[in-house]
């Protein structure tokens, strides 16, 4: 899975844009304790980006909104990656675990179990 293999290096470089332009200032000022909250927050933003693909689908706004959307989804995961990287939360690569986890689908059953 070659095309993956960048793909740990490519979500640094966008962790340093989003430093750049001031995403994490808050974290650097604040006390471990407050640290999941931060983590929290990611994730919610993540949670806005997949929403923001919903809402312009369901109000038509074309596929260009829809892929730039998107794109917003997959920047603000690998961004979410890098930063937990560099923090040393996980040592692991991204892309390492997407290759595993694209095996170990291929040896799930039909739609996973899901009925519809």
Excluded: C
């Amino acid at each position: 899975m070659k095309y993956l293999r960048d793909l740990d290096d490519f979500s640094h470089t966008l962790h340093f844009q989003a430093l750049q332009k001031g995403f994490y200032e808050s974290y650097e000022r604040m006390e471990d304790e407050d640290a999941i909250i931060f983590y929290l927050k990611q994730l919610a933003m993540i949670h806005s980006e997949v929403s923001e693909v919903l809402e312009a689908m369901r109000k038509e706004k074309g596929d260009d909104v829809v892929v730039e959307e998107l794109a917003d989804i997959i920047i603000r995961v690998l961004d979410f990656w890098a930063f937990l990287s560099q923090t040393h939360y996980t040592n692991l690569s991204l892309a390492n675990a997407i290759v595993a986890k694209m095996e170990k689908n291929l040896q799930r059953p039909k739609m996973h179990g899901v009925l519809a």
